[in-house]
């Protein structure tokens, strides 16, 4: 890589961002960095697994801007390379190191939050789907939780696995620790 290599940013079309970087990799050999997240969210189909970019319609390429410039603009799914006037600014490299340490892997999988008793879930199967219900206590050896749900007007009492229940107000991208 020469002496004049540096981090840029590009905006990439809409969920394209993953195509964009693989393109760029693929037919330049250049670094491409586009790191995303993958967490489970209740659908009305269920819990499902998503994966979404961090940086949603960015990536980072590490290359000689004005050597790559035309051929980058020309890739699948790149929009344009972010610049202030004529002038494209280069990314601070602790800032890509940072990331790079953190997802050792291009998609860094974002764990559900571990559950206390006294709070708040959702069940998303079952009989039971869609209701609320106050986690009452976690038996690790049996991998199952206890919660508390009102049912028919009665506290009801049920146990169910970590797959079964979501926190209502669970948002992946605080906890990126």
């Known amino acids: 890589m020469a002496e004049k290599d540096q981090w840029y940013c590009f905006t990439t079309q809409p969920k394209r961002e993953h195509i964009a970087a693989a393109n760029i990799r693929a037919r330049t050999g250049l670094q491409a960095f586009c790191p995303r997240i993958s967490y489970r ?3 009305r189909r269920g819990i499902v697994r ?8 960015y990536i980072f390429v590490y290359c000689e801007i004005q050597q790559h410039l035309r051929h980058l603009m020309s890739m699948q799914g790149v929009k344009s390379v972010v610049k202030y006037g004529e002038r494209i600014p280069s990314l601070a490299p602790a800032f890509i190191q940072e990331l790079d340490q953190y997802f050792e892997e291009e998609i860094k999988e974002i764990p559900d939050p ?24 976690y038996t690790p050896a049996k991998d199952r939780i206890r919660v508390m749900l009102d049912f028919l007007g009665r506290d009801v009492s049920v146990e169910v696995t970590k797959d079964q229940i ?12």
């Open 50 to 57: 998503f994966v979404e970019p961090l940086f949603p319609n």
């Open 41 to 43: 969210k209740k659908t």
């Open 166 to 177: 979501l926190r209502p107000d669970f948002d992946p991208k605080k906890n990126l620790d």
């Open 114 to 137: 571990e559950l206390q008793p006294g709070e708040p879930v959702v069940l998303t199967e079952g009989p039971f789907a869609d209701l609320h219900a106050i986690v009452e206590s």
